[in-house]
């Protein structure tokens, strides 16, 4: 039976070292991209997001060290990339209490805030509470943690939801494992969700609500999903590619600057250590 109060994939958070940088770079593939924001003093960090339609994509770096995280210093100290991914949460208090319940040792909810630049002028504040799962609970490398928006008005902002690129929904977050099968298996335990079988050896868990699903692949396959495009940078095991949908694949080629009779694909070297897919959605 799944959660009750975790409600599939509500972001990424794409780890880099240098915040600004990768902004740029993101808004060079047709992304729109937030003002900077800067987190609440004890998260120590900063960030920009790319809204898409329910859910988003967050490029976050540390601005001062801090005890909350030390996890993502450790993670910049050997790569860039998809470092977690978030559930939605409707209740980060009763969710935690539910993996309490189940014997997994939750951290929080730990609540935090930042100050949002709105279009129109003035300025906001974006609030939430998380909650995580044990830090060494991390299939395949991956992290996962669930937000509860407090301020859904102040993230999902109209005017930050249009992409040059078409970009509307994240639809598939695909993680290189040593072993596809025991790392569905893992994350599908921790969110008490069924891994299934694909036809090329990959291994699929849905997150739930229509939202993007996980899926579980060797490099090989990887390989093979994505034909043509240099796989240089990525890790050994962890998040490697995410797939979005498009509203628009041929704008979204224009923006990438490939043919859109191909792959219509970002490799890792031009998107902060990971492949970004786009397809018809």
């Not at 992304?31 to 859910?55: C, K, W």
């Not at 930042?114 to 299939?139: D, I, K, N, Y």
Request: charged share 20%; net charge negative.
């Amino acid at each position: 039976m799944a959660l009750r109060h975790v409600i599939g994939v509500d972001h990424v958070v794409v780890a880099v070292r240098d915040l600004d940088a990768a902004a740029a770079a993101w808004r060079a593939l047709g992304f729109t991209v937030s003002p900077r924001g800067t987190h609440s003093a004890h998260m120590g960090s900063g960030n920009y997001t790319i809204m898409f339609g329910e859910d988003y994509l967050e490029l976050l770096g540390v601005l001062t060290p801090t005890e909350h995280n030390a996890p993502m210093r450790a993670f910049l100290e050997k790569r860039e990339g998809l470092d977690r991914a978030a559930f939605t949460t409707d209740d980060a208090a009763a969710g935690a209490e539910e993996l309490r319940a189940k014997g997994i040792a939750a951290i929080g909810p730990i609540a935090f805030g930042r100050p949002v630049t709105l279009p129109g002028g003035g300025e906001a504040e974006a609030r939430f509470q998380v909650f995580q799962w044990p830090r060494e609970a991390r299939p395949a490398g991956l992290g996962i943690f669930a937000c509860q928006h407090l301020t859904r008005e102040n993230v999902w902002i109209p005017e930050l939801q249009s992409h040059a690129n078409g970009a509307s929904r994240l639809l598939r977050i695909e993680v290189l494992a040593a072993d596809p099968k025991a790392g569905a298996e893992e994350l599908a335990r921790l969110i008490d969700r069924v891994a299934e079988p694909e036809a090329d050896g990959a291994w699929r868990v849905a997150s739930g609500a229509h939202r993007a699903d996980f899926v579980f692949l060797d490099r090989a396959t990887l390989a093979a999903r994505h034909p043509g495009v240099a796989l240089d940078g990525l890790p050994e095991q962890g998040a490697a590619a995410l797939v979005l949908g498009t509203a628009d694949l041929p704008a979204a080629a224009k923006a990438l600057g490939v043919s859109a009779g191909g792959t219509v694909a970002v490799p890792p070297a031009r998107a902060n250590g990971l492949l970004l897919r786009f397809e018809a959605a």
